[in-house]
């Protein structure tokens, strides 16, 4: 077992070490960041969206930034899709669970918003939906996902951890969040 702890600590470990390598993602990133800073200063809000651990990230994110990340400052408007699970069953039993994410959106989202759609394998067709809406409404939209991007990097830019290992990407996207969420907090609040 002590074997394993350090096998996947190394696994964890390369997969951050690309991530502080890749020049390109990190200029994604400052992007992102920017969209969202833009977006708060008109008005406007982040929404995050995923499945599974996706879906536990999408929440944590949006928490970061309605509570506090670094420091105590004025909450900023962020809403992970699906979490009012009386929408999300109802839009699920009624139009199809593709859709809960999709429906949410249309109806909360408006010009100024920024929307972070969260998928491993970026092929989760709720989330695929979700990213049509945001077409649609030209809400700016980059998502994050793992090293093959899926379906994803065919509808928008996409932040792709470069693992395809569900638990390594699911690290990776935390730990973005956690720079993104960073950087938009410092600037608004400091900048």
């Given at each position: 077992m002590k074997a394993q702890v350090q096998i996947d600590l190394q696994s964890a470990l390369a997969v951050h070490q690309a991530l502080?390598?890749?020049?390109?993602?990190q200029g994604q990133l400052v992007e992102l960041a920017g969209w969202c800073l833009d977006a708060?200063?008109?008005?406007?809000?982040?929404?995050?969206?995923?499945?599974?651990?996706?879906?536990?990230?999408?929440?944590?994110?949006?928490?970061?930034f309605v509570s506090r990340l670094q420091f105590d400052r004025a909450p900023l408007p962020s809403i992970a899709l699906g979490t009012n699970s009386s929408s999300m069953s109802a839009i699920?039993?009624?139009?199809?669970?593709?859709?809960?994410?999709?429906?949410?959106?249309?109806?909360?989202?408006?010009?100024?918003?920024?929307?972070?759609p969260i998928t491993t394998s970026g092929n989760s067709p709720n989330i695929l939906a979700a990213v049509e809406v945001a077409r649609e409404l030209s809400i700016r939209t980059m998502g994050f996902t793992g090293e093959g991007g899926g379906h994803l990097g065919d509808f928008c830019p996409c932040l792709r951890v470069p693992s395809r290992r569900t638990e390594r990407v699911q690290e990776g996207h935390?730990?973005?969040?956690?720079?993104?969420?960073?950087l938009v907090e410092t600037a608004y609040f400091k900048g």
């Open positions: 502080a390598q890749d020049e390109a993602l708060l200063r008109q008005g406007g809000k982040i929404f995050f969206a995923g499945n599974g651990g996706s879906f536990a990230d999408a929440q944590h994110l949006a928490a970061e699920g039993n009624d139009y199809g669970y593709d859709q809960v994410f999709a429906r949410e959106l249309r109806a909360m989202a408006g010009p100024h918003d920024v929307f972070v935390i730990l973005l969040g956690h720079i993104l969420c960073g």
